[in-house]
């Protein structure tokens, strides 16, 4: 689970921000709000951020991203890493941007933290959280590296830290150079967190073709419910050499498709997907499609890409929520503008659904940017699990909690004074020299709810 998030000088984010999910003192939909005994805290199972264009909600989104990215992924010998400090101040461009995780990863509490410019890591560090104390595995700064005395008489860490590169990780080399000391943070980046971007498309859908699968059901369930118009969906066999691809890319996919082997295709620009797999030597590819029942009896099958826009959204987000409600799942999900393309009741619908499973035991977290302003519902969601993003007069983004502000009751709607501009993170609208914000953001302990 993801505990806390800080951030500085990331894009438009300036000065350090924390993004965190430990659950304050209110009791609003308690039941639902994980509890870690053995550290005496509960952590949040879902936080909503909204806020105007440009405020920095995927900015937010693309530092998660990136730290991903850094991690799992690394860089090339030579390369430069990808980072973006905050442009708009001139003296932020040649220092660190830095990033800092806290982690529950099987009951236990990981502090991950590393500061980077598009040049080298010029500080990283990994600590080990107990109720009572704090250890330091490891720290990295200066060109050396400090391990924790228990580690520190290994030699072959010493060897992998001198393997590392300026601008690699020592977490991603370590890894590599198989080390288990620290995969369990590696491993948390790589397999449980998994980020959903506007634009992003559903890899794994062979549990569509598979009725034995426990997703082919609720998934086909849920589409049924939601309303789609689709009855289910399935796979419609084709020969693998009518998938539009080039042969080149066709030959190199044959080469490396092993027996029971199952891969899953995307092509553009229609969106098509397709599923290949070999039995027997047999390769045997199925194209994706969605049955809408016909007015006498039977279905009729349709293209991926001739369902609509929220319809393909669906499916796309689907297996998410799916995963979310499966017991003793641990994945974190988050979804940059989970509203793209959907009505605002789908979108409630769809988190209603991942709340009603989440219970003090739960280990899943769903994150999510959203403009729909209707979610901001108490009965939906607790003040401590909404956030707003919000961009000063110089361009800076910064993030607030609605629970820091005082005045913002449990029984009231609070969508009205949002919108009214007393919580921050509306546009600013200009119409002529006017500017069109009811009034400027009020301090914490006098927003009107």
Not at 261 to 290: C, D, H, I, Q, Y
Not at 408 to 413: E, N, Q
């Amino acid at each position: 689970m993801l505990v806390s998030f800080s951030l500085e000088n990331w894009m438009s984010f300036r000065e350090p921000v924390t993004f965190f999910m430990i659950a304050s003192r209110e009791r609003q939909h308690g039941d639902r709000v994980p509890r870690l005994g053995k550290y005496s805290t509960r952590v949040l199972p879902v936080a909503a951020i909204y806020g105007g264009n440009a405020s920095g909600k995927t900015n937010f989104f693309k530092a998660l991203n990136f730290a991903r990215d850094l991690i799992v992924v690394g860089t090339r010998p030579d390369g430069l890493i990808l980072v973006e400090p905050f442009r708009l101040d001139g003296k932020m461009a040649d220092q660190p941007s830095r990033f800092e995780f806290v982690l529950l990863i099987d009951e236990t509490l990981y502090a991950f933290s590393f500061a980077v410019t598009r040049e080298a890591v010029v500080e990283e560090k990994l600590v080990l959280i107990s109720s009572a104390s704090e250890k330091v595995l490891y720290h990295r700064r200066d060109g050396k590296i400090d391990f924790d005395d228990a580690l520190a008489k290994d030699q072959f860490l010493q060897f992998a830290f001198q393997g590392t590169r300026d601008n690699q990780l020592f977490l991603t080399n370590s890894v590599s150079q198989k080390v288990n000391n620290f995969r369990p943070v590696y491993d948390w980046f790589r397999h449980t967190l998994v980020m959903i971007a506007p634009d992003s498309r559903f890899g794994p859908y062979d549990m569509f073709f598979d009725e034995s699968h426990p997703g082919y059901s609720r998934m086909n369930e849920m589409l049924a419910q939601l309303d789609t118009g689709i009855s289910r969906l399935g796979g419609e066999g084709i020969p693998f050499e009518s998938i539009p691809l080039p042969e080149s890319v066709k030959n190199k996919l044959l080469e490396d498709l092993k027996d029971d082997a199952v891969l899953n295709l995307m092509t553009e620009p229609k969106n098509e997907r397709f599923v290949v797999s070999r039995k027997g030597g047999k390769v045997v590819a199925k194209k994706l499609v969605a049955y809408h029942p016909k007015a006498d009896g039977g279905d009729v099958d349709f293209e991926i890409c001739q369902e609509s826009d929220g319809s393909q959204r669906l499916i796309n987000l689907l297996p998410a929520f799916i995963d979310l409600k499966t017991s003793g799942a641990e994945r974190v999900y988050v979804i940059d503008e989970i509203d793209r393309s959907l009505h605002t009741l789908l979108t409630r619908r769809l988190l209603e659904t991942y709340l009603a499973s989440c219970s003090t035991e739960t280990r899943t977290q769903l994150l999510l940017t959203t403009h729909d302003v209707l979610l901001m519902d108490q009965q939906l969601l607790r003040r401590d699990e909404m956030w707003v993003a919000e961009r000063d007069s110089t361009g800076a983004s910064s993030l607030i909690s609605f629970s820091e502000y005082k005045d913002v009751r449990y029984d009231k709607d609070i969508r009205k004074s949002y919108l009214q501009g007393r919580m921050g993170g509306i546009p600013r609208i200009l119409l002529g020299n006017a500017l069109a914000k009811p009034c400027p953001a009020q301090e914490k302990s006098g927003v009107d709810a």
